[in-house]
């Protein structure tokens, strides 16, 4: 008999509609965030450079780059990069050799010393030099070493470029090499003394070569750093008529405005290749010849025997004349009533202070935009980094791949190219809300997001390394949502390394000026480039005192970081030993 139900058409049943889960929407809203803050922007610059009007016009980038300012410019900014990298390389070096291979006394103190200077402001820190060598340098006068009045001020110039960058950009290279020679085995040390190597021998044959990986990161770091750096390469070479790429973009943008922009796409370029030109120079320079050993074990000590006490005074020497000089210098301006006046008792007045903090509007605005939006920053970029951390460390794949690409790239690029991007791409008003955001503090927190990404990331990439996964394996297998896993599971064991990058990112944010230098305006000012506004308009000791309450703030907030030392990845604090 004929199965009557065989034969009878069935009902078909719906098939199943696709359905996004929550970790493939996240990843998707991750991409679509960065595409906007990160590749959209560039990409637009690019396109900018090279067809200024939407057509390929490569002979007319080729103008603006030939004309001879340019070329002069280009060849000051390769000269001062390549110069102050030279003078950070062997600070750095030696800087690392001394605390991971020496046995001098107190490192952990030094190390703070010596790095403390990444952490001011760029700024802060060429104006406290500036104010050093001035006639009334507290500290030089007591040596009879001050300048004479009217004399030329030694900094203005290529020559004090490449000093303060090289000082500046030193901690950048000590922080890689100490990496690299922290990796190095003792038995090496050991097997080259069982030769009969010295010292001397020893460091020059065994340690450098096997770190050089590590110093030709720094050295390229340090590069991209100096090559960028707005806030010394401003404060000392403008007033030298010593031009660079980075402020003839900047003087562009003032005589000119956002109708200079093409010119300004094509310099912007300009900067970003011979950038990207040095990294990748510097990967494969490093990359050569394998260097790889056995991880494991304590370092060599190096025992620095009759000269320990003449190294160790020639240590803290460095950090006094590096520190000591031109903070104290910036602390006696900033008590002053009137620049180049001696500080005593009938000069001495906190005038600049309270008018800093309540008298000055354009300064208060500045501060509580800067706090403002690097709050903001902080709270979005700790939600960001986690979940994109989470993705980069235990999921991978193609599109997380290009989303880490990106984030890097908004980092290593410098920011005042990032600077000219933002605007391009948000001068015009924004599809369906119909505003443009350029001239506002959105804008620049726009920049903020973008530029400071990989910063946070960091310590999140280093905390999910040292997690056990198998927690968040278990939850899911009890049924847990992907949100509630990066609540209940993750959040509660990398909250120290969340709350660790969102000091740096606040840290570095609330005294940025590369990026915010070009996107600040008079209804949007931050901290940051107040510091070059105030010394253009002649208020040195005013600009002292600001400069000394943006010192405090970092000395604070690494102080609150350090609490949480012994809970985070290491490496994660870079000023800890």
Not at 390 to 403: E, M, T
Request: glycine share 10%; charged share 10%; proline share 6%.
């Amino acid at each position: 008999m004929t199965d009557i139900a065989a034969v009878m058409p069935r009902e078909r049943r719906p098939a199943p509609a696709f359905r996004l889960g929550p970790e493939t929407l996240t990843l998707g809203i991750l991409a679509i965030f960065v595409a906007t803050i990160s590749l959209a922007p560039l990409g637009r610059l690019a396109l900018t450079a090279i067809a200024p009007d939407g057509t390929l016009d490569l002979a007319g980038t080729w103008s603006v780059l030939a004309r001879p300012r340019v070329f002069t410019a280009a060849m000051n900014s390769l000269y001062v990069a390549l110069a102050s990298t030279l003078l950070a390389v062997v600070l750095g070096s030696v800087a690392a050799l001394l605390t991971v291979h020496g046995n001098i006394r107190f490192k952990a103190a030094w190390v703070f010393g010596f790095v403390l200077p990444l952490m001011i402001p760029p700024q802060v820190t060429a104006l406290a030099w500036v104010q050093a060598f001035s006639p009334t340098s507290p500290v030089l006068g007591l040596f009879g070493l001050a300048m004479t009045p009217g004399a030329r001020h030694p900094l203005f110039s290529a020559g004090g470029i490449i000093f303060l960058l090289g000082i500046y950009n030193a901690p950048l290279v000590f922080l890689t090499v100490r990496a690299a020679l922290r990796r190095l085995p003792a038995n090496l040390a050991e097997a080259a003394r069982a030769s009969g190597a010295g010292n001397l021998q020893l460091i020059f044959t065994v340690l450098l070569p096997l770190a050089r990986a590590g110093i030709f990161a720094g050295a390229a770091i340090a590069f991209v750093s100096a090559i960028g750096n707005f806030g010394i390469q401003a404060m000392l070479g403008i007033p030298a008529r010593f031009p660079t790429l980075i402020t003839l973009i900047y003087q562009q943008l003032n005589s000119y405005g956002p109708s200079g922009l093409s010119d300004m796409a094509a310099l912007s370029m300009l900067l970003s290749l011979i950038t990207v030109i040095a990294l990748g120079l510097s990967n494969w320079l490093g990359g050569r010849g394998d260097v790889r050993v056995e991880e494991g074990g304590r370092p060599a000590e190096i025992g620095l025997g009759r000269w320990k006490m003449p190294v160790e005074a020639g240590a803290w020497l460095y950090l006094a004349a590096t520190l000591l000089l031109p903070l104290s210098a910036l602390f006696a301006t900033s008590l002053v009533k009137g620049f180049g006046q001696q500080l005593g008792w009938d000069t001495l007045t906190l005038t600049n202070y309270v008018n800093a903090l309540f008298h000055h509007a354009s300064i208060r605005d500045a501060f509580a935009t800067s706090l403002l939006l690097t709050v903001t920053a902080v709270l979005l970029l700790s939600v960001i980094s986690l979940v994109l951390a989470y993705f980069i460390s235990w999921k991978k794949g193609a599109l997380v791949r290009l989303i880490q690409m990106a984030a890097e790239l908004s980092y290593v690029l410098p920011g005042i190219v990032l600077g000219v991007a933002m605007i391009l791409f948000f001068l015009r008003p924004l599809p369906l809300v119909g505003f443009s955001i350029y001239g506002t503090v959105w804008i620049i927190l726009a920049a903020y997001l973008s530029n400071f990404l990989a910063l946070s990331l960091r310590p999140l990439l280093g905390g999910f390394s040292q997690i056990d996964r198998s927690l968040e394996d278990a939850a899911r297998v009890a049924g847990a949502g992907f949100f509630q896993r990066m609540r209940d599971i993750i959040l509660p064991m990398l909250a120290p390394a969340v709350i660790a990058g969102g000091i740096i990112v606040f840290m570095s944010a609330l005294n940025e000026i590369q990026v915010s230098i070009l996107l600040v305006s008079s209804s949007a000012r931050t901290i940051g480039p107040m510091i070059v506004f105030l010394e253009e308009g002649g208020s040195s000791t005013l600009a002292a005192a600001v400069g000394c309450l943006m010192i405090l703030i970092v000395l604070a907030l690494m102080g609150i970081a350090s609490l949480f030392a012994g809970r985070l990845p290491k490496g994660a604090l870079p000023w800890r030993d």
